[in-house]
């Protein structure tokens, strides 16, 4: 149940990831590069020298702990994205035994963690392994009501247990702030979860994360940020940041699947630096002191409330002692009564004993009579049973009501249900193949919408940086050939065909040529000139005619076997990713669980169900007129017994009523001080009152004077922080060096890249 619980976790990550994966699958990614193939030459006009060479590694370290931490082995799996089809790449890697896991591209090693891929316009994915030491170590550590305890020690062990996830950052750089070296780790997001099962863990508490309980398991998500205290040189005692996980748990026969922490630094990698100019929003550095002062500002009005409720409640206690004080009159008047009527029980006690001596001489008729019609209703019983279709043994009194029960137990709704469940869930499964066919058309249009729309927004930015070249050359020589005959005008007094054939009949001397050309080439590098050439071009490009024709050179790029068959073979590529396949499954299987729901909703099902729920009515309602009876037949034999037993005792209850005579008078005596009693507690009563309202107003009080010093002494620490100005370059400081780690393995210093680990350890349960 855990892995299943698990999977689903998974899968709907996973189905996020493929939603934006499937549009974004050929577009660029965050840092201008292409994380597909794209489509070669769209025109012929354009030079391959204005493509830029672009690879990005994506890697991921997985790492396999035992259970307390201790690394067994670190895998690394590396995905040289070949944005541009590069036919080779050069790639940085300190991995041994490296393999490619999805191809059967070779490579050549050369010096300094050089290797070379023979990618033929294929992305590289390749894994391998290292000894290296990780940017951020992890340490698990257990303890078992107080005391620590080894992982092997707690497995089947009860009691509260504490699970504690240290990470020590090692990952830092030397930075100058304020002139001064100071170490700044990298900034790594650490997030750490399990899986409890609510049979064996409860009362589960995390330290700073979030626990959710879907019923049957307790899901525990932790955070922290080992190193960021020391970046951001924030004192620990005004708010510290988490560097650490701690689960608390009451743990029953101990036992925990594997865990998992993914520790990433791509959550500072977003923040422009650019932008930082100073400390805003710190209140929420203090999020958990001002969360404290809430609740017990909560806790101070609660108390408020419930003494007022305590208030108006003291008026209907002063109310009930007031009808204490009528009941206690009505009681002593009652005391005389019953000494009145103990007189009269005396005298007919006689009459009683002679009574009782008739009744008991035809108990036996009484018994026997009452037995044969319980007998004849169980025939009838029987006979209704059989009719309807159920095996029966004949039956009894004795037995009469186990029978039933198993018939009853047999027809419980709940069985009925799951029987019927299982029999539609089969119905169903039949035609799994069918309904996932369906499943997996959905998803491939999904998919090719998102392949198509971005590879059409490549096709677009290509042919348009194609036409505005075109169109910048066009204005580039308009402008030139006019700067050309005002410098030719203004040096020798002709235009510029006077001054073509003049150069061409020999009268221009190569000296005054060579000073045009110069004053030419010096007007066209002028500011002026480049901004009037920009301007042209930019307004050309906004024209109709250059839109229109930007948009039918796309349009006929899209419709070329080329384009077509790389928006093909994307699509196909991403179809065939695992994401794309457990997506698949996923809906496969919700179609499925929807249909059963419709099914078992439907007439044909629930009219079954109610047939037969209203079988155990009927057979409810037999069970209970037999043990109505049954309760007579038992009380009839009771009666019979009790009336022998009540005429051979009828002397002593005569005895009886003359001490109850005795005693009725002690009673009314006792009822008269009770009365007087009564009366003084009613006298009292205001007082109670007044005390209950001054407590009423102390509990005000408290929550007015909790809520002046939130307001005066917490919120005032909220919003100030000292030496903004260091902070701000810390954080700078923080986010450059985030940026500066693109990967654990290696990398080469032309390639960008980002790095993810995720860390797994073992299992404890008891051998």
């Known amino acids: 149940m855990k892995g299943k619980a698990l999977k689903i976790i998974s899968l709907f990550l996973c189905t996020i990831l493929i939603a934006v994966g499937a549009v974004y699958s050929v577009a660029s990614n965050d840092n201008g590069k292409t994380s597909e193939n794209k489509p070669a030459d769209i ?11 672009s690879v990005f590694k994506d890697e ?153 309980n879907d019923g049957d398991r307790t899901i525990v998500i932790g955070f922290a940020f080992p190193g960021l205290q020391e970046d951001l040189g924030i004192d620990r005692n005004k708010f510290e940041i988490p560097s650490y996980v701690e689960i608390t748990a009451d743990a029953s026969d101990f036992s925990l699947g594997m865990t998992v922490t993914v520790a990433s630094n791509a959550l500072f990698n977003s923040i422009d630096t650019e932008k930082i100019n100073s400390v805003y929003d710190l209140t929420g550095s203090i999020t958990e002191l001002n969360n404290a002062m809430a609740q017990l500002l909560d806790g101070s009005s609660a108390l408020y409330d419930g003494i007022c409720t305590l208030l108006e409640k003291s008026g209907e206690l002063v109310s009930g002692i007031n009808q204490l004080a009528d009941g206690a009159s009505k009681l002593k008047d009652g005391a005389n009564d019953l000494n009145s009527g103990a007189e009269q029980l005396y005298n007919g006690t006689a009459a009683l004993l002679q ?26 019983a029987e006979a209704q049973l059989k009719e ?20 009853l137990d047999s027809l419980d709704e709940t069985k ?27 998803v491939r249009e999904q998919v090719e919408a998102g392949v198509t729309s971005a590879v059409k927004e490549q096709v677009t930015a290509q042919v348009t940086e194609t036409v505005k070249n075109q169109v910048l050359t066009q204005v580039t020589e308009a402008v030139r050939k006019n700067v050309e005959e005002q410098v030719i005008l203004a040096a020798t007094g002709m235009d510029k065909a006077k001054y073509d054939a003049a150069v061409s009949a020999g009268r221009i001397d190569t000296a005054t040529q060579n000073m045009i050309e110069s004053a030419v080439n010096e007007k066209m590098a002028g500011g002026d000139i480049k901004a009037l050439i920009s301007k042209n071009t930019d307004e050309q490009m906004q024209s109709s005619n250059i839109q229109s024709l930007i948009a039918q050179k796309v349009s006929e790029q899209m419709e070329t076997e080329q384009v077509k068959n790389i928006i093909t073979a994307n699509i196909n590529s991403k179809m065939a990713e695992n994401e794309i396949q457990a997506l698949i499954e996923e809906k496969t299987e919700e179609q499925i669980q929807k249909i059963v729901a419709e099914k078992m909703a439907g007439e044909e099902v629930q ?72 009366n003084a507690m009613k006298n009292g009563a205001p007082a109670l009152t007044d005390g209950i309202t001054r407590l009423k107003d102390g509990a005000m009080q408290l929550s007015e004077g909790l809520s002046q010093f939130n307001e005066k002494g917490i919120q005032k620490l909220a919003d100030s922080v000292d030496d903004a100005e260091t902070f701000t370059e810390r954080l700078k400081a923080t986010v450059k060096v985030s940026k500066n780690y693109r990967a654990f393995a290696g990398i080469s210093d032309w390639m960008d890249g980002n790095v993810k680990f995720i860390y797994k350890t073992a299992e404890i349960k008891d051998k």
């Open 355 to 380: 009574g009782l001596d008739t009744l008991a001489a035809n108990n036996d008729k009484l018994n026997d009579g009452a037995k044969k019609v319980f007998e004849t209703f169980l025939a009838t």
């Open 43 to 53: 025109t012929e006009k354009v030079p391959a020298s204005t493509v830029p060479e």
């Open 60 to 212: 991921t370290v997985y790492v396999i702990a035992d259970a307390n931490g201790t690394v067994q082995k670190i895998i690394v799996s590396d995905w040289l994205k070949n944005a541009l089809s590069a036919d080779k790449i050069n790639d940085v890697t300190e991995l041994e035994n490296v393999e490619n896991i999805k191809g059967d591209e070779e490579y050549t090693t050369g010096g300094n963690n050089v290797i070379v891929w023979d990618a033929n316009g294929k992305d590289i994915y390749y894994q391998g392994i290292t000894e290296k030491e990780l940017p951020v170590n992890l340490t698990v550590s257990y303890n078992l009501d107080g005391q620590a305890i080894s992982p092997d020690e707690l497995a089947g062990k009860s009691g509260k247990v504490t699970i504690r996830f240290d990470y020590r950052n090692n990952q830092y750089e030397t930075v100058k702030i304020n002139r001064k070296d100071e170490k700044i780790y990298v900034p790594f997001a650490v997030f750490t979860g399990m899986i409890l099962d609510n049979d064996n863990f409860s009362n589960v508490e995390v330290s700073n994360g979030k626990v959710i």
């Open 388 to 407: 309807a279709g159920f095996s029966v043994p004949a039956l009894t009194i004795d037995n009469y009501a186990s029978v039933l029960n198993e018939i």
């Open 416 to 442: 009925l249900y799951n029987q019927a469940l299982e029999q539609v869930t089969a119905a169903v499964e039949e035609n799994r193949d069918y309904i996932k066919s369906q499943v997996t058309n959905a």
């Open 607 to 678: 009219s079954k169900l109610a047939a037969a729920a209203e079988g155990v009515k009927s057979i409810k309602s037999l069970k209970s007129s037999l043990d109505d009876y049954n309760t007579f037949y038992l009380g009839l034999r009771n009666y019979t017994s009790g009336v022998a037993q009540a005429a051979s005792g009828a002397s002593e209850l005569s005895k009886g009523a003359s001490d109850l005579k005795n005693g009725t008078k002690v009673l009314y005596n006792g009822a008269v001080a009770l009365y007087d009693g009564v």
